[in-house]
């Protein structure tokens, strides 16, 4: 009977160190990731053991929620709340009570216009921190916020910019899970995002780039779209300027999404049928077109090639005046017809004053008429400032010329 008892101890820690050497070999497979599955719920977690970029869009749209809250509770001046979200060991730390607390935050303050540009996360089993940046018109804030699995709770702990680099470049040395208890104002329910709301989001920081930082959104453009599109910092500059209005309204009218091997291609249209392509190899890492004529995909092409005459025609004056819509001068002379530009805008300064002076900011244009004489197409268009019944409308008569692909030239009435 011992002997047996020997037996079944001796199997049962061949098995226990079987599992050991298992965890080992699945640890070192999922690239520094432990995976621990939850039977009750039917969710799998992914355990980083460093701090990595967050990688799911729920995670992000709850850190969203945690964000919009935390400033919500400061612009209500609301002490109780704000004592109730933040960090029990930051309270103690910075000796906060509920009579100092906004005072305290006032250099962690969030306006109205804000993105979230970075988050990164440190998982456990029940329990995960993130560092979070958000981005201002006019700076940048640091927040830690920790996050119970178990409870749905959160507290969020305001850092420096050092603390923030220092975490994400160094790492915390331990995570110890902790329960954070329920109170009136910690509570939180996953945020879902749809790929609407995705493009929705790439949309919005890019539109904050566009408005309030310059220098990032130019570096976020694809390096082939920035060298034929605008060549220079300069240029770009000069964009932003003269497009500010309409950046600002910027809003979603549709999307699509292609899914890659290497990369996911999100394609924003606003109200104003301005094409806006994100290329994303990351949950916020991507670069981005602000328009889909500087640099034609094999899609459009092949589209045009077994379009009509009148697509082709239409397609081809509509982007000649989104061009002009977007103040993209350059590419709109490009195509002017040599004798058309013989004859009346010898510089493309020229062209640009006339158009300034002679067009809408906002031109929107139908197709109404088209003749052909020996491959030249005069065509009718009406053009309106808007898509309102209080619109004003000119008609213009354009000569159209197709090229080779999806080429084009035209001269219009003076």
């Known amino acids: 009977m011992n002997k047996i008892k020997k037996i079944i101890i001796i199997l049962s820690i061949i098995l226990l160190l079987i599992i050991v050497a298992i965890g080992i070999y699945l640890k070192k497979e999922n690239n520094n990731s432990i995976i621990f599955e939850d039977e009750n719920a039917d969710v799998e977690y992914v355990l980083e053991e460093k701090i990595v970029p967050i990688k799911n869009m729920n995670d992000f749209a709850t850190i969203q929620y945690f964000i919009e809250k935390y400033r919500n509770i ?14 029990e060991e930051w309270k103690e730390l910075q000796d906060t009570t509920i009579n100092n607390v906004l005072q305290t935050l006032q250099q962690w303050q969030i306006g109205d216009e ?13 329990f995960s921190k993130y560092f979070v940046e958000v981005k201002q018109p006019q700076k940048n804030t640091y927040f830690v916020i920790s996050k119970d699995n178990v409870n749905f ?12 680099i220092e975490s994400v470049q160094k790492g915390i040395p331990k995570l110890v899970e902790k329960e954070l208890p329920v109170n009136d104002d910690n509570g939180f329910e996953m945020e879902v995002m749809s790929e609407e709301d995705i493009a929705q989001e790439y949309l919005k920081q890019l539109q904050f780039y566009l408005l309030y ?9 694809e390096d082939e779209y920035k060298k034929e599109r605008f060549g220079s910092y300069e240029e770009f500059q000069k964009y932003t300027e003269e497009n500010k209005e309409t950046i600002s309204d910027i809003t979603l009218m549709s999307y699509g999404i292609e899914l890659g091997e290497t990369y996911d ?16 190899t990351g949950l916020l890492d991507y670069k981005v077109q602000l328009d889909n004529y500087t640099i034609t995909s094999d899609e459009f092409n092949e589209r045009y090639k077994e379009a009509s005459i009148e697509e082709k025609l239409f397609s081809n004056i509509n982007l000649f005046y989104k061009m002009i819509n977007t103040k993209d001068y350059r590419h709109a002379y490009s195509h002017l017809a040599d004798g058309f530009k013989d004859n009346y805008f010898k510089t493309q300064d020229e062209f640009e004053l006339y158009v300034r002076e002679n067009f809408y900011n906002h031109n929107v244009v139908t197709l109404n008429n088209i003749e052909e004489k020996n491959g030249i197409y005069i065509c009718t268009v009406s053009i309106k400032s808007d898509n309102s019944v209080s619109a004003q409308t000119m008609q213009k008569t354009i000569i159209l010329q197709l090229g080779e692909e999806n080429d084009f030239v035209l001269s219009f009435e003076i």
């Open 74 to 87: 400061y612009e209500e001046q609301n002490s109780l709340a704000m004592i109730n979200i933040l960090d």
């Open 114 to 126: 804000y993105i979230i540009p970075e988050v990164y996360v440190k998982s456990g089993y029940t």
């Open 153 to 164: 709770t959160f507290a969020i702990e305001p850092i420096t910019n050092e603390q923030y």
């Open 213 to 221: 930082d310059n220098e990032t959104c130019y570096d976020l453009l």
């Open 265 to 280: 291609e999100y394609t924003a249209v606003d109200t104003n049928d301005n094409y806006y392509i994100f290329s994303t």
